[in-house]
């Protein structure tokens, strides 16, 4: 149980990768629209990794097409969320790495690393406070 908590707080924080919505339970990330997600996704993208207006448009695109196919996967139960959100995850990074070049791809997997490593912290302190 504690596995595919933590499994799913990683494709959330994932897919996400918002900053202004990573104090939230995950459970309220999921209760965004996808457009809100695709939104957040951009800005942090835009600033993080200095993306031109031009990249902004493709990048823009990009989020909001792959934030509404996770959101049947969020809505769905946590086992289709694990088998499917990775194949959804990584032929997004495929698409982003086309529009980035390879440091900015770099920094974006960097972000993507750090905030899975954030999120599996919390669920193991939440674990440990909440045994069952």
């Given at each position: 149980?504690?596995?595919?908590?933590?499994?799913?707080?990683?494709?959330?924080?994932?897919?996400?990768?918002?900053?202004?919505?990573w104090s939230q339970d995950p459970a309220q990330i999921a209760q965004l629209t996808p457009s809100v997600r695709a939104?957040?996704?951009?800005?942090?993208?835009?600033?993080?990794?200095?993306?031109?207006?031009?990249?902004?448009?493709?990048?823009?695109?990009?989020?909001?097409?792959?934030?509404?196919?996770?959101?049947?996967?969020?809505?769905?139960?946590?086992?289709?969320?694990?088998?499917?959100?990775?194949?959804?995850?990584?032929?997004?990074?495929?698409?982003?790495?086309?529009?980035?070049?390879?440091?900015?791809?770099?920094?974006?997997?960097?972000?993507?690393?750090?905030?899975?490593?954030?999120?599996?912290?919390?669920?193991?302190?939440?674990?440990?406070?909440?045994?069952?």
């Open positions: 149980m504690r596995r595919q908590w933590v499994s799913r707080m990683m494709v959330v924080a994932a897919v996400c990768m918002a900053a202004p919505v939104a957040l996704q951009t800005e942090v993208m835009v600033r993080k990794l200095s993306l031109s207006p031009e990249q902004r448009t493709q990048v823009e695109a990009i989020n909001l097409k792959y934030a509404n196919q996770m959101q049947p996967l969020l809505e769905g139960s946590k086992w289709t969320l694990m088998r499917q959100a990775k194949t959804v995850d990584e032929a997004k990074d495929g698409e982003l790495r086309a529009v980035l070049n390879p440091q900015q791809f770099d920094g974006y997997l960097a972000a993507k690393d750090e905030i899975r490593d954030k999120m599996k912290q919390k669920a193991l302190a939440n674990a440990a406070a909440n045994p069952s």
